[in-house]
């Protein structure tokens, strides 16, 4: 089986610009949830998305966003970036959701300047 | 915020030697897991212990869990360079939380 893809692998954007992240779960996953990572605040849940549907979010501003499509394919979106936003962010997928053992993907190192 | 606290943050031994990391959390959980991340990897899943389990085994590994005191320990033992990485507990509360992690370095 395929592993979690996420594109694009490096990103770089400016302070107030939006950026939209893409993550392809392993074939038969309908869960994928999205963390970030930064060396300050280490590994943060954003939010898990089931069948489409956003199961658990995280304590994130609304800036964050995601869905999931019906391939289970999921997308985050984050606008208005800030300086802080500046993270490694990383999707992960499970058959039965984020409780139990979740497959990651390499993640998408965002830069905003 | 993060639920796990990983204890310690930083451990450095010998080829061979056992390694033991502690993680302790704060509020009641379904499930609780270990995962590891080096540069050439990523994040794997090591081991998941359900909350009515206190022991469990997979190969070199060994993950205790106490709900009585909320924490969890990982060894590894006779350990290999290739365990060189930063390990996090991962814990199901009211969502997913992950410890800040601790930094084994094993060296030849």
């Known amino acids: 089986k395929a592993g979690v893809t996420q594109t694009p692998r490096y990103l770089i954007k400016t302070r107030g610009q939006q950026v939209t992240l893409s993550c392809s779960p392993i074939s038969g996953h309908r869960s994928v949830s999205w963390y970030q990572q930064t060396p300050g605040q280490g590994l943060q849940f954003l939010f898990e998305?089931?069948?489409?549907?956003?199961?658990n979010k995280g304590n994130f501003p609304g800036r964050f966003s995601g869905r999931q499509f019906s391939n289970s394919r999921s997308e985050m979106n984050v606008s208005t970036l800030e300086l802080g936003d500046s993270a490694l962010y990383l999707c992960?997928?499970?058959?039965?959701?984020?409780?139990?053992?979740?497959?990651f993907g390499p993640g998408t190192r965002l830069t905003v300047t | 915020s993060q639920q796990g606290e990983e204890d310690p943050q930083a451990l450095s031994i010998q080829e061979g030697e056992n390694a033991t990391m502690n993680c302790s959390y704060k509020?009641?959980?379904?499930?609780l897991q270990w995962y590891r991340q080096n540069s050439g990897r990523g994040l794997v899943h090591l081991i998941l212990i359900r909350s009515n389990e206190r022991e469990k085994h997979s190969g070199r590994l060994r993950v205790t869990l106490d709900t009585s005191k909320k924490s969890s320990s990982l060894l590894i033992t006779a350990s290999r360079a290739a365990d060189t990485a930063s390990y996090f507990c991962?814990?199901?509360?009211?969502?997913?939380?992950f410890g800040a992690g601790t930094r084994l370095t094993v060296k030849p």
């Open positions: 991962a814990t199901d509360a009211d969502d997913m939380r």
């Open positions: 509020t009641s959980i379904n499930n």
């Open positions: 992960a997928s499970s058959s039965y959701g984020y409780s139990y053992e979740q497959y």
């Open positions: 998305y089931f069948s489409e549907t956003q199961r």
